[in-house]
């Protein structure tokens, strides 16, 4: 009966967020129904204690890096990069490859440190200008982004800064750059499969004479002015300058505060009256990604200040309003993300995945499984480790496979089917892109499945040529 709780508030989530409803208001709606079925005494103590609790913290941590980075894909798009980045791509790759160059955008800041959702926002400019001038659908951009941002650069590629990679090094005992071939032949099966989908559905689409799309929501502006454009390599110089500084500060900030922890004394601070001190290695990749977006607002502004300033004021306001609404519907997915795990038919889920016999199949179905469940990568591989990877471990072990092969299979796991409809990440990016799960969700559950069958394809060769 617990599990069918869990599954029935999972069901209920994804269906509400599919048919368009506010997953600020249904989150907890599905969350607390599901406390009601367990335990009708625990559902306010549980949405305080738990719920609230996570969403707050969430936001807390998480909404200036939203914040900032709206603003930065704004300024973009209304210095006119975006369209001069466009531009020299259809000019020297071709309209044709759109899908490719979103891509590769996307990946070049994931894989520099940026946050995925940062680069939801810096790139929707640029894909927008991009899908409008070679006329595609609008419609199959978010899959695009998702194929660029959520996938082999999250957690297949070796090195990669982001989380998904570096939560397995705590409890494997490895690095970000375990499994290096592995993760390369990963990352490769990832882009040939949701390249070769995503054009298949462009021109399908196109055959049809299905253009870009009008009376769209959330659409950039069109620079309808005379003015010239912005040379190609000062466009792209913030995107550049984004990437490079978010992975300067990581390595720099802990150099200036020194140690784990930094306190402020109460004597600089009398209105405090205690010191204030934190975590230097808990908030150290988001006040790095933080510093860099704003470098990237400053620079963006002094080289095109004439164009920015002119309409800052209302810019700004639609992409803090952008921000806000991501945000939110990210960390109220997150507070359901913490209830669900705290639920009996989550323990129940999570004990009948120890049951599966293959080490690596049982990690990558128990990660992936649970990260599904919550709707996030992160959250999902931080439950599973937390509560199995002894157990991984072990059968790993007795199996005689290394550790680094159990890392890239985990990190790669944790991306796999965590992009169901209720996920905060695909909410996000709907959002910012002004789609609805209807429109689009076709394309980014393709490319969910793609990501999953890379996992089992990973183990596959590993077992079939050692491959590490």
């Known amino acids: 009966m617990s599990f069918l709780i869990v599954l029935a508030a999972l069901a209920f989530l994804m269906v509400?967020?599919?048919?368009?409803?506010?997953?600020?208001?249904?989150?907890?709606?599905?969350?607390?129904?599901a406390v009601l079925f367990t335990d009708p005494s625990a559902v306010a103590p549980v949405f305080s204690g738990i719920f609230m609790e996570k969403m707050v913290g969430f936001v807390k941590l998480y909404f200036p890096v939203f914040?900032?980075?709206?603003?930065?894909?704004?300024?973009?798009?209304?210095?006119?990069?975006?369209?001069?980045?466009?531009?020299?791509?259809?000019?020297?790759?071709?309209?044709?490859?759109?899908?490719?160059?979103?891509?590769?955008?996307?990946?070049?800041?994931?894989?520099?440190?940026?946050?995925?959702?940062?680069?939801?926002?810096?790139?929707?400019?640029?894909?927008?200008?991009?899908?409008?001038?070679?006329?595609?659908?609008?419609?199959?951009?978010?899959?695009?982004?998702a194929l660029?941002?959520?996938?082999?650069?999250?957690?297949?590629?070796?090195?990669?800064?982001q989380i998904q990679n570096i939560?397995?090094?705590?409890?494997?005992?490895?690095?970000?750059?375990?499994?290096?071939v592995l993760g390369t032949i990963g990352s490769l099966f990832i882009i040939v499969v949701g390249l070769a989908y995503l054009e298949w559905r462009r021109r399908a689409a196109m055959a049809k004479g299905e253009g870009y799309g009008t009376a769209l929501a959330n659409e950039p502006?069109?620079?309808?002015?005379?003015?010239?454009?912005?040379?190609?390599?000062?466009?792209?110089?913030?995107?550049?300058?984004?990437?490079?500084?978010?992975?300067?500060?990581?390595?720099?900030?802990?150099?200036?505060?020194?140690?784990?922890?930094?306190?402020?004394?109460?004597?600089?601070?009398?209105?405090?009256?205690?010191?204030?001190?934190?975590?230097?290695?808990?908030?150290?990749?988001?006040?790095?990604?933080?510093?860099?977006?704003?470098?990237?607002?400053?620079l963006v502004v002094a080289t095109a200040f004439r164009r920015v300033s002119q309409r800052f004021a209302s810019g700004s306001k639609e992409a803090v309003g952008g921000a806000l609404l991501a945000a939110m519907n990210t960390a109220s997915?997150?507070?359901?993300?913490?209830?669900?795990?705290?639920?009996?038919?989550?323990?129940?889920?999570?004990?009948?995945?120890?049951?599966?016999?293959?080490?690596?199949?049982?990690?990558?179905?128990?990660?992936?499984?649970?990260?599904?469940?919550?709707g996030s990568a992160s959250g999902g591989m931080s439950i599973a480790l937390a509560a199995m990877s002894d157990l991984f471990i072990q059968g790993a072990q007795a199996a005689h496979i290394p550790l680094e092969v159990l890392h890239r299979v985990v990190a790669m796991a944790s991306g796999g089917m965590d992009t169901l409809p209720h996920n905060g990440a695909v909410i996000t990016l709907l959002a910012v892109t002004g789609l609805t799960h209807r429109e689009s969700y076709r394309e980014i559950f393709a490319i969910t499945v793609i990501k999953t069958l890379a996992v089992f394809f990973v183990i596959g060769v590993f077992y079939a040529t050692g491959l590490v």
């Not at 599919?18 to 969350?31: E, M, Q, T």
């Not at 709206?70 to 000019?91: C, N, T």
């Not at 397995?168 to 290096?180: H, I, M, R, V």
């Open 148 to 161: 660029g941002a959520f996938s082999f650069t999250m957690d297949s590629l070796p090195g990669t800064p």
């Open 221 to 298: 502006l069109e620079d309808t002015g005379k003015e010239a454009l912005p040379h190609p390599l000062v466009a792209v110089l913030p995107l550049v300058l984004v990437g490079v500084a978010n992975f300067a500060f990581t390595r720099m900030i802990p150099v200036w505060y020194g140690g784990d922890a930094y306190t402020v004394p109460a004597e600089i601070l009398p209105g405090v009256h205690t010191p204030v001190t934190a975590t230097i290695k808990t908030v150290l990749a988001i006040w790095a990604v933080e510093a860099a977006l704003l470098l990237g607002i400053l």
């Open 333 to 374: 997915e997150y507070g359901f993300g913490g209830v669900i795990a705290a639920l009996p038919g989550f323990i129940v889920v999570s004990d009948a995945l120890k049951g599966i016999p293959n080490p690596l199949v049982n990690a990558a179905v128990s990660v992936s499984s649970l990260a599904g469940i919550t």
């Open 67 to 145: 914040m900032l980075g709206a603003v930065f894909g704004k300024v973009i798009e209304m210095s006119g990069f975006s369209k001069s980045i466009v531009q020299a791509a259809i000019r020297y790759i071709g309209r044709s490859r759109a899908n490719a160059v979103i891509v590769a955008v996307c990946a070049l800041l994931t894989y520099g440190g940026v946050s995925l959702f940062v680069v939801v926002f810096a790139v929707y400019p640029f894909a927008a200008e991009l899908y409008r001038q070679s006329n595609i659908p609008k419609r199959l951009m978010p899959g695009a982004i």
């Open 16 to 33: 509400a967020a599919y048919r368009g409803y506010s997953v600020i208001l249904f989150a907890p709606i599905a969350a607390l129904g």
């Open 167 to 180: 939560i397995p090094t705590t409890f494997f005992k490895t690095t970000g750059w375990a499994a290096p």
